[in-house]
């Protein structure tokens, strides 16, 4: 049967899943499994370090990826918590209603509802590109200190204190200032937890090899490390009373499936939200898409980034009405998804079968899950996320990415994740803006013996004394049309034999109105000056437009093909 293009678009399932098989089962179960494992801990952890009880991040991680499996185009991408759209998540809550109360729980559902509209409506109007206003050097800045915060805000359960703050030096004032009530047993749980953690990370694998064991049952047993850390902690908790000695634990977790809910849609709770629900949309398919990518990218695949926000959007929505907060697709578990070998969507389907199973047996489990744990899981997640290096590479390669990079990590630890990734933006906009105000322009000659022009200043050229050569390499628009002016002129003060001018066009792919006035200025005074202005390598697009007006008509010199040509001619009409 013949599936119509346009169902294929908007439902990928109809796509991979025509050509579904045993073999793609099978991986896809392997894949599942391991990643099942993997997110349970991680679901309860996201969850505390979004404000929310322990279910919240098992309901997240349920229907959304059910959905994404139906609407996304990635085969690999794992959909669910992650932590920095789950300390937004905190971060935007925070002001409106006080975390373990109804209204901030109703608050989360709404707020996944907006992002999950937000991403909805880009998808339908194709305004992926959106998120390219984002720029990496911020991005990698904003992750960076979103990494510190999170760590740092989960030593209050390492320590079994009490302690907030929406940033990082209220954080540490707030810890500092509890020091005097630090619980020894649940420091003991914690510090262990995280050393083991960390080992399990980087040292299981290559101990487990050295062993004997093979590559696949190593890769299982290091991602299933987590696991271990919760069983060992949980039962140390139950078998020696640890909680009656004040270690906190996750208590009673609701064994159910993902429940029913509805989102406040009331019109100041949906304001008050607005920009908080842009910034994890916005995030959350940052991240999700370059991972999406570089995953696909391993075996050949194609991402549609507009279909990847209708996934994404879904996945948000069906979070909203299932109990759920924010979600998008997490790098960690989705490289854990691609090595165990998913082929397709289907594989997150699974994981979610798995979930629903340990979300109907295995809560009670959890009752005696020490707190501690769950920290040290956030905190060996998000500090692989950390990348100072980001700064040196940045200052040896641009100032100005550098600059963009150091404020959004500053503001960002200084006034909260929402401030600084909005002032990472903007700096980011700003810095390109500022740059295209002042465009290269370089005076260019001919090679000798070629036909290619290049910068006088740095090659040996020839130069005809009668003809200016200027290559403008930036569109042109309302805001650099007065510095080409400026460049012109200050080029033609002194340089009484000059004839032509030759604006070598062959890097402008825009010119707007503002320009073409600049342009029409520039004739009219070359003109009154006895001197001609030509244009070269003019892009077509370009000289369509310049067409619809009289500039061509009124140009006191002529439009060449290439530099060459108006060189040749030119100097010629001079000899």
Known sequence: MLIPAAARRYLPVLDWGRDYDKAALSNDLIAAVIVTIMLIPQSLAYALLAGLPPEAGLYASIVPILLYAVFGTSRALAVGPVAVVSLMTAAALGNIADQGTLGYAVAALTLALLSGVMLLVMGVFKLGFLANFLSHPVISGFITASGVIIAASQIKHILGIDASGGNLAELLMSIWANLGTVNGTTVVIGVSATLFLFWVRKGLKPFLRARGVGPRAADVATKAGPVAAVVVTTLAVWAFDLAGQGVKIVGAVPQSLPPLTLPDLSFDLMGSLLLPAFLISVIGFVESISVAQTLAAKRRQRINPDQELIGLGAANIGAAFTGGYPVTGGFARSVVNFDAGAQTPAAGAYTAVGLAVAALALTPLVFFLPQATLAATIIVAVLTLVDFSILKKAW????????????????????????????????????????????HIAEVGLVPGTEHFRNINRHEVETCPTVLTLRIDESLYFANARFLEDCIYDRLAGNACLRHVVLMCSAINEIDFSALESLEAINARLRDMGIKLHLSEVKGPVMDRLKKQHFISDLTGSVFLSQHAAYVALGKAAA
Request: glycine share 12%.
């Open 396 to 439: 040896g390669y641009s100032k100005s990415d550098f600059a963009a990079v150091l404020s959004t990590m500053l503001i960002t630890l200084g006034s909260g994740v929402e401030l600084g990734v909005t002032c990472g933006v903007v700096l980011s906009i700003f810095l390109h803006l500022y740059k295209t105000t002042k465009p």
